[in-house]
């Protein structure tokens, strides 16, 4: 995706070619921070304190960390430390214990000399695979929102515009590059489809309208962002057509694992007879779990409840406090919206419904693992 015009991916390589890139997500979108990791540590910090995130984004710096670590050492007890401090930063989505998985099933077998080497190269096409992913998933979304506005061009030749609801940030910031929910909407809008997105503005770190809003500006898609609690009513009054969110963790059987509020989303989705789809790469799907209720959902810091972050008008950033001295809050970071409520799966391999017999169809070497 483009910055300022320049094509930009969210992990790669610095000049000296082995330093690990990122761009800072907690300053977005006020300031424009890249960071350079020189250690698994630092790659550790940056997925726990969130400067990056977004299930396939942590996935890939894990996959980066451990380079990182051959690089300093490449010994069997590193391998063993460096895959457990990456697996330890946050819990929920899948994508980092899939990588991890995959980082030690190359390296393991091979002699210590040549883990490094190996381990950039195995993290560079895990990357690259996202970003083929994730463009996959966004050809496969717009022919669904294609079908969906001729629909609605039928139901009432008058419309001007598709809206389209989304939580969370779920775009190219979440992934390497394109983004899984992002990706179908942008597109649908470069193919000609007048779009207009309700971005949920996803408290308590507000990843929609710090990160989805920035996003969506930069590349031109009209959008409004809201309280979270806007979309219900938004629904009940036809102001939406559509939701499309991302995922942490898919079960076996369909049930969707994302960042907390999406429950209510699809809940007040279905209620309106609105379609509900969640857009994911098969590297989040944990074919080992038979249910939602099995993902282990992250519980954050109270302070990112009790408190917010922005911009103040003289230009500086800044963190306050929005609660009384002393009142206690809970920050549960992921809920689950059991299959039921899902419309359908956007894959890189296409639609499926949210089912064992869906998931199962587009991926049929994974048979044995789904089953019940
Ligand atoms: O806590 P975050 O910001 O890492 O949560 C991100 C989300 O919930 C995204 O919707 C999810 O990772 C899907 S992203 C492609």
């Avoid at 810091?301 to 009384?324: F, K, L, S, Y």
Wanted: net charge negative; hydrophobic share 45%; aromatic share 6%.
């Amino acid at each position: 995706m483009k910055i300022g015009g320049r094509p930009y991916r969210t992990i790669w390589l610095a000049e000296d070619g082995w330093r690990v890139r990122i761009i800072d997500q907690t300053r977005l979108p006020f300031e424009f921070v890249c960071v350079d990791l020189a250690t698994v540590e630092e790659a550790a910090h940056t997925i726990r304190a969130m400067l990056v995130r977004g299930a396939p984004l942590i996935g890939a710096t894990a996959a980066y960390g451990m380079a990182l670590a051959m690089r300093a050492d490449p010994s069997d007890a590193h391998l063993a430390s460096a895959q457990a401090l990456l697996r330890a930063t946050r819990p929920t989505a899948v994508n980092l214990m899939w990588a991890l998985d995959e980082m030690l099933g190359q390296l393991t077998p091979v002699k210590p000399a040549e883990r490094a080497a190996l381990a950039y190269r195995h993290a560079a096409q895990i990357s690259d695979n996202d970003v083929a992913q994730c463009r996959a998933i966004g050809e496969h979304g717009h022919h669904i929102i294609a079908r969906l506005w001729a629909s609605a061009q039928q139901q009432n030749p008058a419309i001007k515009v598709f809206n389209i609801l989304t939580h969370c940030n779920a775009g190219w910031l979440a992934t390497v590059d394109w983004g899984t929910a992002l990706a179908p909407i942008y597109v649908a809008h470069d193919a000609g489809i007048p779009l207009h997105v309700w971005v949920d503005e996803t408290r308590p770190r507000n990843q929609g309208a710090s990160l989805t809003a920035f996003e969506l500006k930069s590349h031109g898609v009209p959008h409004t962002v809201i309280a979270d609690n806007t979309g219900g009513h938004l629904m009940q009054h036809d102001h939406v057509h559509m939701a499309i969110v991302g995922s942490d963790r898919t079960t076996a059987n369909g049930d969707v694992c994302n960042k907390v509020g999406t429950y209510l989303k699809a809940l007040a989705a279905h209620d309106n007879g609105i379609p509900f789809y969640v857009a994911l790469p098969s590297t989040t799907i944990d074919w080992t779990l038979k249910s939602g209720r099995d993902i282990p959902i992250e519980e954050r810091d109270a302070r990112e409840v009790t408190h917010i972050a922005g911009r103040t008008a003289a230009g500086a950033m800044e963190t306050v406090q929005i609660v009384p001295d002393g009142s206690k809050a809970l920050n549960i970071g992921f809920d689950v919206t059991p299959a039921r409520y899902v419309t359908g799966l956007i894959t890189e391999r296409g639609v499926c419904k949210a089912s064992r017999e869906g998931l199962v169809g587009l991926y049929p070497e994974r048979t044995r693992e789904a089953a019940e």
